[in-house]
């Protein structure tokens, strides 16, 4: 089992405490690739100096790199702060000391699910090998000594709050909403799946299967579509067969009228999928959408 210690700020880290969130976006105000864990496993919180303490943690989904306004416009206050003002000032103020001027930079976003936090008496000092000169963070495992005392401490604590102890989520438990937008997105590469369209602010997440309907929020119950054929999925005069190829719905022209440059995407293959096989838009959601949604 790895984990992976982040340095936090404690007044972002009081926020999420207080509004009890399912899920965190642990932002940076660059990017910087995060290789460290895998879907699943453990990133705590460390306070800065002189606290020194890890206060409590979550699950990691996924990483990711955003545009600022749409990692506000995603996550919101689950960012740590409680306006879009101040996150925004907050990550420009750190990037113009660096000399880097960008309005609407990339940044830098680790996706984490099921936060919890531990009372001030159960916070956990900083292990006996963290520097001081840590900026971001520091990675453990249980193959250690003090990775498994550390786990240790954490899942003791952990354990105090079920009967049945600590249980690590599976895929489909780890996407809250913001988790599934943010991991169908870079599953898509951050392109429309019918046309290859890599302009982020017309591009949208759908659920293959709404989620009122009974349908997950996992990654192969998604696509990734400009606004304007979601907008056409969503009300069935759009579909995707079995085999990834678009059907256009003969209500369209009926319906509305003209519809030409909509008629030339019928029986055209997706142009962007997931490189992940279990990724994939399930045959089983696709075929949900036919039946049930698609006008035909």
């Not at 971001?136 to 990775?147: A, F, L, N, V």
């Amino acid at each position: 089992m790895k984990m992976f210690v982040g340095v936090a700020d404690a007044q972002m880290i009081a926020l999420q405490r207080e509004k009890r969130f399912d899920e965190i976006n642990y932002w940076m105000p660059s990017t910087a690739a995060f290789r460290a864990l895998e879907p699943g496993e453990m990133f705590l919180f460390k306070l800065h100096a002189p606290e020194d303490k890890i206060v409590g943690g979550g699950y990691f989904v996924r990483y990711a790199e955003l545009p600022m306004d749409l990692a506000w416009h995603i996550f919101g206050q689950k960012n740590g702060l409680r306006t879009y003002a101040a996150f925004s000032d907050k990550i420009l103020k750190y990037r113009r000391k660096n000399l880097i001027s960008e309005e609407n930079p990339q940044i830098g976003c680790i996706v984490l699910t099921e936060p919890f936090f531990f009372a001030e008496e159960e916070w956990i000092p900083a292990p006996k090998d963290w520097s001081r000169y840590i900026v971001r963070g520091k990675g453990y495992s249980t193959e250690d000594e003090i990775g498994r005392e550390l786990y240790a401490q954490v899942t003791e604590r952990l354990s105090k709050r079920t009967e049945e102890g600590v249980t690590l989520p599976d895929e489909e438990h780890l996407l809250a909403q913001g988790a599934f937008r943010v991991s169908v997105i870079e599953a898509y590469q951050k392109r429309c799946a019918i046309t290859g369209e890599r302009t982020i602010p017309v591009l949208d997440v759908a659920h293959i299967k709404p989620l009122a309907k009974g349908g997950p929020n996992t990654v192969n119950n998604g696509i990734l579509l400009r606004s304007d054929l979601r907008t056409l999925f969503l009300n069935g005069y759009l579909t995707i067969d079995k085999d990834f190829a678009v059907q256009i719905s003969k209500r369209l022209s009926q319906d509305y009228g003209g519809g030409a440059s909509y008629q030339e995407l019928q029986g055209k293959s997706l142009v962007q999928l997931p490189e992940n096989i279990v990724e994939l838009p399930a045959r089983e959601f696709l075929e949900w959408h036919r039946k049930h949604v698609f006008l035909g």
